[in-house]
């Protein structure tokens, strides 16, 4: 039977409302739960507080009202939340982690709805027991103060959850059932696998379109990029079992496909039109590593195809592609060079 939710009774606390954030509290707002939103984007919020969230793109266009807050309000008001999503960037996880920690009910559960494993720094400072992972495929930007622009398909699948120790608990399902507000929902029983598909995910799309400036689409369609990031999921997939990790498939792909096609040039070929072919559903947004270097903003590369390489050391992987995707990521936003198929160079020998 499923479980019952009376939507009011719970507090819920986004802190860092871009298009993540925005994407989840929006919906949780205009589906009757009662949702703060906290950032540290002043026009933002003050737009938030005069208009609304407008969330927009595949799903339709929503003008909501919502209860935002900046930082500096939230001491005042001291709320108490039965769930808090962080949605911020990864660099910013651990003082987020910190300052809504107070905030949070005795009883009450972190959510980290971000990419990379940031589980790895919330965990020692929340508790091991109080926090879940949520883990997005949905699509989205934000490119003005307010507007959360949606951009995946709606019928596809939006978000996975799981607890850390990969039981269902009754809170997952809960959580399941909140989220189903924002889109298609599953609970997992292979948390740190779903997880480590979407670092994957993340290694591969997320530097290859900054570094040229393609979509998400795009970049795995177009022939110079596609075998580049097969190549640097495979790395990542190894580096994952190497940790004990039963890596979940990857776009729908299984993860012995990429092991396989990084070195057998038919399956190379097999896993390339698989990946063109999927690559439709993935829409045509851009990920959120070019939308930071569009906007000059410090990316996440660090703590995706980076953090791949320090466990990679950790459990005597190699990891040389993603050393080089790193590499020269760093060089494109540290130098302000534009995204361009041009800046590929440096990778076509991984080609």
């Known amino acids: 039977m499923p479980l019952k939710i009376k939507k009011n009774s719970k507090k819920i606390g986004v802190i860092g409302v871009g298009a993540i954030g925005g994407t989840i509290g929006g919906p949780l707002t205009k589906a009757g739960y009662d949702v703060t939103l906290i950032d540290q984007w002043p026009e933002n919020v003050n737009t938030m507080k005069q208009r609304g969230l407008r969330v927009s793109g595949t799903h339709g266009d929503q003008q909501i009202p919502v209860k935002a807050l900046h930082l500096s309000e939230v001491s005042a008001l001291n709320p108490r ?3 808090i999503f962080i949605c911020v960037k990864s660099y910013d996880t651990k003082w987020a982690t910190q300052f809504v920690l ?8 972190i959510v980290s709805a971000q990419n990379s494993i940031n589980e ?3 965990c020692p400072i929340a508790g091991y027991t109080r926090v879940l992972s949520c883990i997005l495929t949905l699509g989205g930007a934000m490119y003005e103060p307010a507007n959360a622009l949606r951009t995946n398909e709606p019928e596809a699948l939006a978000i996975t959850v799981g607890e850390l120790h990969g039981r269902v608990t009754p809170r997952l399902e809960e959580l399941a059932q909140m989220m189903s507000a924002v889109g298609i929902t599953k609970t997992t029983s292979n948390t740190w696998g779903e997880r480590w598909a979407k670092l994957a995910v993340n290694c591969m799309v997320n530097p290859m379109a900054g570094i040229t400036g393609l979509s998400s689409a795009e ?10 990031l097969i190549r640097a999921a495979a790395e990542a997939i190894r580096v994952g079992q190497a940790l004990g990790i039963t890596v979940e498939p990857i776009n729908g792909i299984p993860a012995q496909k990429y ?8 399956a190379m070929e097999d896993v390339e039109t698989e990946m063109a ?9 851009l990920p959120s590593m070019l939308q930071d270097l569009m906007k000059k903003r410090r990316t996440e590369i660090d703590y995706l195809n980076g953090y791949v390489v320090e466990k990679g050391k950790q459990a005597n992987v190699p990891t040389p ?5 790193t590499s020269l990521l760093t060089r494109v936003e540290r130098q302000g060079l534009k995204p361009d198929i041009s800046n590929l160079r440096p990778l076509e020998r991984y080609n």
Do not use: C, H, M
């Open 81 to 83: 939340f039965d769930w």
């Open 102 to 109: 107070s905030y949070l009910k005795s009883d009450g559960a």
């Open 120 to 122: 790895d720094w919330i």
């Open 219 to 228: 970049v795995r369609r177009n022939p110079a990029t596609r075998r580049i």
């Open 259 to 266: 092991l396989q096609a990084d070195s057998d040039a038919a």
């Open 277 to 285: 072919f999927r690559s439709k559903e993935r829409g045509e947004g």
């Open 321 to 325: 592609i993603n050393e080089a995707i």
